[in-house]
């Protein structure tokens, strides 16, 4: 089955004990992004990948570090995680042309930093 | 830079009426996405509109977006509780980026 998989899905921290968000996904697809979800304020870009070795700021990118190895895989890394990064987190893929392509989202990691 | 403004935020109606969601841009949409999330979790496809009056249906719901390329509608015939959740409009703002709306709730009343 085509997907786009995150873990964990539910992650409690405490202000600044590094975490890593895993996400891959099984298409092939060369665009991977990552998006938090905020009450009253939607959904925002952190990071993208337009390929391997490729990746470009969003609209949020500060307290957040990504990589792009492999294909298939986009991790976000919190260094040093925040109250202000509680938030519902989002990995998506796409074929290179976002035109003709949608975006393949996630389940979704809810992150809760204590 | 280019926002997406979805109306109306949320949206409350009686099952079996008809009802649309708006998503206006201010600028030229590049390609124009809709989903549907049920609350605290993913985003499922819907449509996705390339062209100046293109309109797309699945089941009872219908896309269009507008000449101009600025502006779409998502319209609903014959609401279910199954339609209820969140609907957003996002766009290819052509720097890829993906832009989102910052979504419409719809609740159904039976």
């Known amino acids: 089955e085509a997907q786009v998989t995150q873990n964990p899905r539910y992650l409690i921290t405490v202000t600044g004990k590094k975490l890593t968000v895993t996400c891959s996904q099984n298409?092939?697809?060369?665009?991977m992004s990552w998006y938090r979800q905020d009450p009253g304020l939607g959904l925002r870009q952190i990071y993208y990948?337009?390929?391997?070795?490729?990746?470009d700021k969003g609209d949020v990118p500060e307290g957040y570090k990504v990589s792009r190895k492999e294909k298939r895989n986009f991790p976000l890394i919190l260094e040093s995680p925040s109250p202000n990064q509680t938030s519902l987190y989002f990995c998506?893929?796409?074929?290179?042309?976002?035109?003709?392509?949608?975006?393949?989202f996630g389940n979704g990691t809810r992150l809760t930093v204590t | 830079s280019q926002e997406l403004e979805q109306s109306p935020q949320s949206l409350i109606v009686q099952e079996g009426k008809n009802l649309t969601i708006n998503c206006t841009s201010s600028k030229t949409l590049y390609g124009l996405y809709w989903y549907k999330q049920k609350y605290g979790e993913g985003l499922i496809f819907l449509m996705m509109?390339?062209?100046?009056?293109e309109e797309k249906s699945h089941e009872k719901i219908t896309a269009k977006l507008d000449e101009k390329k600025q502006q779409s509608s998502l319209h609903i015939t014959a609401s279910q509780p199954s339609h209820a959740g969140i609907y957003l409009c996002g766009a290819d703002r052509g720097d890829d980026k993906i832009i989102f709306g910052k979504g419409t709730r719809l609740h159904i009343l039976p």
């Open positions: 509109l390339q062209k100046g009056g």
């Open positions: 298409m092939n697809h060369e665009y």
């Open positions: 998506a893929s796409s074929l290179r042309d976002l035109g003709d392509s949608p975006l393949h």
């Open positions: 990948s337009m390929n391997v070795e490729v990746t």
